[in-house]
Structures are given as structure tokens and as C-alpha cells.
Antibody, heavy 117, light 107 residues
Framework: EVQLVESGGGLIQPGGSLRLSCAAS????????MSWVRQAPGKGLEWVSV???????YYADSVKGRFTISRDNSKNTLYLQMNSLRAEDTAVYYC???????????WGQGTLVTVSS | DIQMTQSPSSLSASVGDRVTITCRAS??????LAWYQQKPEKAPKSLIY???SLQSGVPSRFSGNGSGTDFTLTISSLQPEDFATYYC?????????FGPGTKVDIK
């Protein structure tokens, strides 16, 4: 059974940094497309970033240069390092796996990030 | 960037109804389209990929169709557990983009 468990969310001041983690079981993070998708309160889904099995990474324009996606193969864990956080980054952040394509087939339960002073 | 639109933005339907949601891309995306279902306060659930392929475990009353710029998600006979918001997503090119969602509620 595939399980993705996010952690690391919380309340952070504007300009601060936070690292989200996504611990995976039943799936090998390094062998799949792994993505972060976010959802601001009351809003729709917004794609944030993806890392390929090759290590290639892609980012939404809204986070490029501020967020970094990475993985630790030994821990089978995906990360999202978020720097220079802004109020508009406030959202639930979901970790997701892509199976045969980059489109997710499994999702985590999400972790809430609130950027506020 | 490829813009995704969905229609309608919301609809009211009864159990047993046939429901169709439309998703349109601002440029051709071949069949690189996925559909997701999301219930309040829950994570999205993947329904369809490659425009028409059902994810494992998804009931056969869900179907997807289309290619190029115009796509549909059809629920052949709406069930109580299907009341939710539905999103399309293109994965033809980066940045990946979602549609704004279609909320299906009870008439």
C-alpha cells in the first residue's frame, strides 16, 4: 500500500524558511515522479514542483528561486525547502507520486503552511 | 503557460443523474490530461490520466474523453459519494496547470 505522509508545516513569519518532508512507504521516491501541489484556503489546486527519477526538477514561476525540491533516497523521503516565504504561500501542501506519468496517482494528506506576522 | 478552463463552475444534480464536466486547454495538449476528485478538507483523489485511462480502483461509472484542447469527464450515474469538486490538469508542458474546478452538489 502506498502511503505518503507530509510533515513540517506550521506558522512562519514572512521572509522566513521552512522545510517540508514527505515520508513514503510502499513506493520508492527515487524511482518515481514526485510532486508538490498546494491549495490556498478556499482556492483551487496549484502545482508547485516536481522531481524526476533522473533528478531533473521543475518549478512553478511563483516559487522559482525560492523553493527547492529534493529527496533523500536512504530515507525514502521527499523534501520541499521553502525560503523567502510570503503571505501568498499560505496553503496546504500536498506531496504526490506520479506513476507512469508525471500526473499524480497517489497523494498525501497534506500539511498546512501559514505565513503571517 | 497553458491555461485550463472548466465548465460549468458548479452544478446541482440528483443521485442517478448523468453528469458531464468540460475542460478546455488554451493550446493543444494531445492526451496529457488528468482528472481529480476532491472532497471538503480531504486530499485530492486521482481519477483519470491520459485523458481516458482510469486509475486503479476508480469505479467504471467515471469516464474521460477528448484530445487536443477539449476534454470531458462523465459520471454515468451519480452516486452519493460523488458529490465533490473535480479538477482537470494538463501535463503536456511546464508549468503544469490545473483548471479552476467544478463543484458538484446535491439538487
Amino acid at each position: 500500500e502506498v502511503q505518503l505522509v507530509e510533515s513540517g508545516g506550521g506558522l512562519i513569519q514572512p521572509g522566513g524558511s521552512l522545510r517540508l518532508s514527505c515520508a513514503a512507504s510502499g513506493v520508492t521516491v527515487s524511482s518515481n515522479y514526485m510532486s508538490w501541489v498546494r491549495q490556498a484556503p478556499g482556492k483551487g489546486l496549484e502545482w508547485v514542483s516536481v522531481i524526476y527519477s533522473t533528478g531533473d526538477t521543475y518549478y512553478a514561476d511563483s516559487v522559482k528561486g525560492r523553493f527547492t525540491i529534493s529527496r533523500d533516497n536512504s530515507k525514502n523521503t521527499l523534501y520541499l525547502q521553502m525560503n523567502s516565504l510570503r503571505a501568498e504561500d499560505t496553503a496546504v501542501y500536498y506531496c504526490a507520486r506520479g506513476g507512469s506519468t508525471v500526473a499524480p496517482d497517489y497523494w498525501g494528506q497534506g500539511t498546512l503552511v501559514t505565513v503571517s506576522s | 503557460d497553458i491555461q485550463m478552463t472548466q465548465s460549468p463552475s458548479s452544478l446541482s444534480a440528483s443521485v442517478g443523474d448523468r453528469v458531464t464536466i468540460t475542460c478546455r486547454a488554451s493550446q493543444g495538449i494531445s492526451s496529457w490530461l488528468a482528472w481529480y476528485q476532491q472532497k471538503p478538507e480531504k486530499a485530492p483523489k486521482s481519477l483519470i490520466y491520459a485523458a481516458s485511462s482510469l486509475q486503479s480502483g476508480v469505479p467504471s461509472r467515471f469516464s474521460g474523453n477528448g484530445s487536443g484542447t477539449d476534454f470531458t469527464l462523465t459520471i454515468s450515474s451519480l452516486q452519493p459519494e460523488d458529490f465533490a469538486t473535480y479538477y482537470c490538469q494538463q501535463y503536456n508542458s511546464y508549468p503544469l496547470t490545473f483548471g479552476p474546478g467544478t463543484k458538484v452538489d446535491i439538487k
